[in-house]
């Protein structure tokens, strides 16, 4: 099983911009659909990013398309979230997951979590 660390999280005002990294060991993050979750204070955890293993597709929610980006380094065996524009309403804990499936999307799909980190914009 691969193991997951995220870190890159942080205190920020609206309308900045944050850089979230989960960095992998054990196994090769290319083999995996990689996914960025997030976990607003009181709210379930759902998916805002994701990047698929075989074509390097990508899947955005609503609610962050436009401002943030999911990306790989493979050297470095490293996936990031690049989170532009950040709003109030981003605020919540941000956790890097691992899928073996194509398509993935949901929690179920992701058998491997990091612990989180967590990203506070305030207004």
């Known amino acids: 099983q691969v193991q997951l660390v995220e870190s890159g999280g942080g205190q920020v005002q609206a309308g900045a911009s944050l850089r979230l990294s989960c960095a992998g060991s054990g196994r090769n993050l290319d083999n995996y659909t990689m996914g960025w979750f997030h976990q607003p204070p009181g709210a379930e955890r759902e998916a805002v990013a994701v990047i698929s293993y075989s074509e390097g597709q990508t899947w955005y929610s609503r609610s962050v398309k436009g401002r943030f980006t999911i990306s790989r380094d493979a050297a470095k065996n490293t996936v990031y979230l690049q989170m532009n524009s950040l709003k109030p309403e981003d605020t919540a804990v941000y956790y890097c997951?691992?899928?073996?499936?194509?398509?993935?999307?949901?929690?179920?799909?992701?058998?491997?979590w990091g612990q989180g980190t967590e990203v506070t914009v305030s207004s």
């Open positions: 997951a691992a899928s073996e499936f194509r398509v993935a999307a949901d929690v179920e799909d992701f058998g491997s």
